[in-house]
Structure formats: C-alpha cells, structure tokens
C-alpha cells in the first residue's frame, strides 16, 4: 500500500492499524531548533482521545505518545529542541477488543471501505477497520503539533457548527466554549442540546454527520502557488483525507453560487496605519490559491459513522446476501473527534507551504514593494 506520506517539504509517514501493536509517524522536514516536547504534544491529542465523554466510542485509549527520535536538549536553552532529522513519533494500542469483529469478518460493512479495499488489495484487516480506521488520525494530531511550531504566530483553531440538520447561532459565537462542551461547540445553547439530541440518535443505535469550521489565523501573505501548487488545494485534499469527510468549502463555498459578483469579491481599503485593509472575507483568505494574510477558513462535512447497531442489508465474500450488525465500540457522531484532527491537518499544510515559500522566495516578497519603474 503506497501513499501513506502527506506533505512536500514538512511532511510525514504514518503507520499502523487499529488493532495492531501501535500507530505512528515519522514527520520529515521539519527546521532545526523547534522546541517541542511529548507533553506539548500530548495536550493535542487528548483532545481527540477516545472515551472522554458518552457521545464517543468507549475505547479506552490514553494515546500516550512517544518521542523516538529527532529531538535533543539545546545545552544553551535547556528546551528539548528538534534537530532537523526525521521525528518518530510512536502510540502503543492497549484497548483492542478484536473478537467484537469476529462475526462480521466476511461481511460488508454499508459505508464502510472494507470492500473497497478488498477489491483493491485482496484482503481486508476486519479488525476495527485496519488501516481505514479513524485511529490513524492520533498521529495527524501528533504531527500537526509539531506543525503549529513551524510558522510563527499561526493559531488554527476548528469547531463543531451543524450535527445533524441543527447548525449553531453565529450570534453566539464564542471561541471559549469549545473547550467547555464535549462537542467542541462555539454556541453554549446549541452545545445542551446536542446532548439530548445525540442521546437519541446513540441509544437508537444510529449515528448522525456532522459540519466542522476551521479558522486558520496568523497566516503570512503569499503562501502556496499557481497553478498546480494552490493553497486551497491543498487545504481541501488534506481535510478530504480525514475519515468520512465527503465534502469541503473554503471561504463561502457552496454559498458564493448565490452571490452576486459586487457582493461576493471582497473590496480592499487602505488603513490609517498604511495597511491593506479588505472590507470582507467571502474568499476565505485565499486569492489565485495564495493567501492573502486574512483568516482562513474552511468548512467540511462528514458523514454518519457506518458502523451502527441498526440490521443494514449487504452481501458477504464469497457473494452471498446478508445483514450485518455491528457490535464494538464507535463513535455516534464521528465529526466530534474530527476537530481536532482538522486543526492538525491544517496546520501541515500551512507549515508545508510556509516551508515552501521560503525555498522559492525567502522572506519576500511583501506588500507594499516598489512598483517597476519606481
């Protein structure tokens, strides 16, 4: 299986399956002198780790993660700083519950890739969905912690907006309640009742998608490339990576198909203090695919976890019509624990292409420049 590696010049190979000995990543790339420790690391992915709350799998894994190599303490500072090699970063499994596959271990999984990978390969790891489980994502979340270091003054910050067909008030937006709620919410209100209306949907044994924003701040003017090396590109093949997302936008999305051309382009001023200034941000601070120096933002949906109580129709190996229940642990609502997991990616792809942006151009251009002729 090839194409395990994401990134150009910051990037990393993960590895591992859900119900193997343990999962993690080598991260490439990364500049030398980058403090970075496993604790620093470790609060990203606690974010994500499962059996938090009743409204995710019940797998109890601490994601305890493992810095292998990479890292040295600077005699000087005294900060373990990274040194320019190849980063390992290993997570040992410890709560694998193979034998709740036992019974499903030839049948398809509606949703599922496990026929998908079947056809391709030959062979499918039924346990807990191998290499196409969410697990694999604990090591995006461990690389993007080390990514987030890379730019300075990035802050990526994502949130859970619609569940179901039930999106937040942007009148109550507020970017401390994310951390207050188990469903990563902005709106305090919208948060209570996404625990009720969840409830219903687990104890139905159904699960339900969801919609994730990720807001991208911080970000230097200039990055990314025409025509094939564009920023929200990237942005969008990076967050469609992530298990069960089926669609991305970035800036308005969908929602420019509505606008009217004097509504949709974003007018630009010039500030008191001699900056650009834009008025908008329908784009999402991305412009040709390069940003712009606003805020980034991007949106995906994901879709309801395929791995639900409620008897589905399907058909087994060997061609046979059949039902199929799974049993195990999974999550209700998989667009939960993919906030923290879109953070992380974003910020790969940032650091990537802030990296890039530097080898082709050093730390220039920038606006405002002398005009030829000047």
Not at 40 to 58: A, M, N, W
Not at 128 to 143: F, H, I, L
Not at 180 to 205: M, T
Not at 217 to 237: I, R
Request: some cysteine.
């Amino acid at each position: 299986m090839s194409f395990n590696t994401f990134g150009r010049l910051f990037r990393f190979t993960s590895f591992g399956e859900s119900h193997g000995a343990a999962i993690g990543c080598v991260v490439d790339g990364c500049p030398p002198r980058i403090p970075i420790t496993a604790e620093e690391i470790q609060v990203e992915l606690d974010k994500r780790r499962p059996g938090q709350s009743r409204f995710t799998t019940q797998r109890q894994e601490p994601d305890a993660v493992k810095i292998m190599s990479g890292v040295f303490t600077d005699e000087v500072s005294g900060q373990q700083v990274t040194t320019g090699t190849p980063i390992m970063l290993m997570i040992e499994n410890v709560d694998q519950r193979s034998k709740d596959y036992s019974d499903i271990k030839d049948k398809y999984r509606p949703g599922h890739a496990g026929y998908a990978y079947d056809v391709k390969y030959g062979i499918y790891d039924y346990r807990g969905g191998g290499r196409a489980s969410a697990r694999e994502t604990a090591v995006r979340v461990a690389a993007g912690a080390i990514a987030r270091r890379v730019v300075p003054g990035l802050t990526v910050r994502a949130a859970l907006v619609q569940m179901g067909p039930h999106k937040v008030d942007r009148s109550r937006w507020d970017w401390n309640e994310v951390g207050n709620n188990p469903f990563f919410c902005p709106d305090p209100v919208q948060a209570k009742f996404f625990e009720s209306y969840l409830d219903g949907i687990r104890k139905s044994g159904s699960s339900i998608g969801a919609v994730i924003e990720v807001v991208a701040e911080g970000v230097p003017a200039g990055l990314g490339a025409p025509v094939y090396g564009k920023l929200d590109a990237d942005l969008a093949a990076a967050l469609m990576s992530i298990n069960a997302v089926k669609g991305v936008e970035i800036g308005d999305g969908m929602a420019a198909a509505e606008l009217r051309g004097e509504d949709n382009a974003d007018e630009m001023r010039m500030g008191n203090d001699g900056s650009l200034l834009f008025l908008s941000n329908h784009a999402g601070g991305i412009l040709g695919g390069i940003s712009t120096g606003q805020p980034i933002v991007a949106r995906f949906s994901v879709k309801p976890t395929s791995s639900i109580l409620t008897p589905r129709k399907t058909v087994d190996r060997y061609g046979n019509n059949t039902e199929v229940v799974t049993k195990g642990r999974h999550d209700p609502c998989v667009g939960i624990r993919a906030v923290p997991i879109a953070e992380a990616m974003v910020a790969c792809v940032i650091a990537d292409h802030y990296l890039l942006h530097r080898g082709q151009v050093g730390e220039g251009p920038s606006w405002p420049f002398p005009m030829p002729g000047a």
